[in-house]
């Protein structure tokens, strides 16, 4: 399969992608009782070598999604371990304070597989909205270790040698706490979805997901 796309259509991807971002970063603010503004939005084709490099070493907590339809691929929501601790128990209601040490607590844990649910929920439907389509997803996944780790772990990448990697940097009060939303969906696949994406398209609008809170 050919990879031409017309370059209006990608454009309005990358309209697509930013405002899934800012959909994440509204719907994160809800969850936590914490603004939450979008920094960074980028798009990137890596060779699949250089994916471990761009997302780098240092240890973090890692929330990853495997999308089960195209544009198949994985939703992965990367976090500081502190961060993590203190989002989990924004999430929480102030049901505890966080975890000492390194470590996370089952309901930490399940506190951050629930905020990875809603936010790929809430990113993925913007997509499918645009795309005039359905993205089924998996379960999510708490990884905790280096962040290079966390690529492995994730597992089952495409048989290519370009990666597209949308990147788009979240930070919640006032830089105190944030996250990077890094989506790894699949060339072709994806490819394929932009070219029947339709010129006229109002991207800020087709991206608007339902109230997840009511």
Do not use: C
């Amino acid at each position: 399969m050919g990879l031409k796309v017309d370059v209006r259509k990608l454009d309005l991807f990358n309209q697509m992608a930013k405002e899934g971002s800012g959909t994440v970063a509204e719907n994160l603010g809800q969850l936590t009782g914490l603004d939450a503004t979008v920094r960074t939005s980028q798009i990137n084709f890596l060779d699949i070598e250089d994916v471990k490099t761009h997302i780098g070493d240092d240890k973090g907590v890692g929330i990853y999604v495997e999308l089960n339809e195209p544009p198949y691929g994985y939703v992965l929501f990367l976090l500081e371990p502190e961060d993590s601790k203190q989002m989990a128990s924004a999430m929480m209601g102030g049901m505890g304070e966080p975890s000492e040490g390194e470590g996370f607590s089952d309901m930490e844990r399940s506190a951050m597989q629930e905020i990875g649910n809603i936010m790929t929920s809430a990113f993925i439907d913007g997509w499918a909205n645009v795309l005039e389509t359905t993205i089924d997803m998996g379960t999510p996944n708490f990884v905790f270790g280096p962040a290079d780790g966390i690529i492995d772990e994730m597992g089952g990448w495409p048989d290519s040698d370009l990666v597209f990697v949308v990147d788009s940097r979240i930070t919640v009060d006032d830089g105190d706490l944030g996250m990077t939303v890094y989506t790894f969906p699949e060339l072709e696949d994806l490819v394929a979805l932009i070219q029947d994406i339709d010129l006229d398209t109002d991207v800020a609008v087709d991206t608007e997901a339902s109230d997840i809170l009511d």
